[in-house]
């Protein structure tokens, strides 16, 4: 099962920041958090991680609180090209082995 | 640099019939990765490799095979087709906790 919790669907106006939640409330402490999104039917892209400091690149930014519970994704100005499935995940390298789990994400509805 | 690729992109079998889907990859990633995407819902483990030689099972191995005899190559095998196989099926591999995806090969068990 996921390890993350996330509203199925949510809407956000074209130019407007576009805030995903995720709850991660069981996280361990070696273990980081990533985004990814799926666009219709493409395979997942990846967006962005952090272990514990919220973390910037060109697509999106990622707040993490402090106690580590819960996560945001921000996209600051979101096109109708970032309608798409978000998947949060949480994962940690286990006895050399990478295996993420992939729960059902929040499918974001950019509108003009 | 074509990074992840599989074949076919699309696929009917018939019930009881096999057939084998390809992955390919030409980044020399040691971790190689099988899903399966139900409509509607997440992404599930099929199976997973560390490396050439080195295969597991991962949540849904049941009625899938693989083999990992080659960095480059992934083959998933499909015996004795039934319908609740019908999906899309994503190949990824690993680098740096990054994970990179093919674009899928949907398949209808009918």
């Known amino acids: 099962d996921a390890k993350t919790t996330q509203p199925p669907s949510m809407d956000c106006a074209e130019g407007r920041a576009a805030n995903l939640p995720c709850n991660h409330s069981?996280?361990?402490?070696?273990?980081?958090v990533y985004w990814y999104r799926q666009i219709h039917s493409q395979g997942p892209q990846y967006i962005i991680h952090?272990?514990?400091n919220n973390e910037t690149n060109e697509m999106a930014s990622l707040i993490i609180t402090e106690d580590r519970k819960s996560s945001t994704l921000i996209l600051p100005h979101a096109t109708l090209r970032d309608t798409a499935v978000y998947y949060c995940?949480?994962?940690?390298?286990?006895?050399?082995?990478?295996?993420?789990?992939f729960g059902r994400g929040t499918s974001l509805i950019v509108h003009p | 640099n074509a990074g992840v690729t599989q074949t076919p992109k699309f696929r009917i079998l018939k019930i009881g019939q096999s057939m084998t889907l390809q992955c390919a990859q030409d980044m020399n990633h040691n971790y190689m990765y099988w899903y399966r995407q139900d409509p509607g819902m997440g992404l599930k483990l099929i199976y997973y490799?560390?490396?050439?030689?080195?295969?597991d099972k991962g949540e849904v191995p049941n009625g899938y095979n693989v083999s990992r005899s080659t960095t480059e190559d992934f083959p998933l095998r499909l015996e004795l087709a039934a319908p609740s196989q019908t999906s899309v099926y994503f190949c990824a591999t690993l680098l740096n906790y990054e994970q990179y995806f093919g674009p899928g090969t949907r398949l209808t068990v009918t």
């Open positions: 995940i949480v994962s940690a390298v286990s006895g050399g082995s990478y295996i993420p789990t």
């Open positions: 490799s560390v490396g050439a030689g080195i295969t």
């Open positions: 952090g272990l514990k």
């Open positions: 069981t996280i361990s402490g070696n273990e980081y």
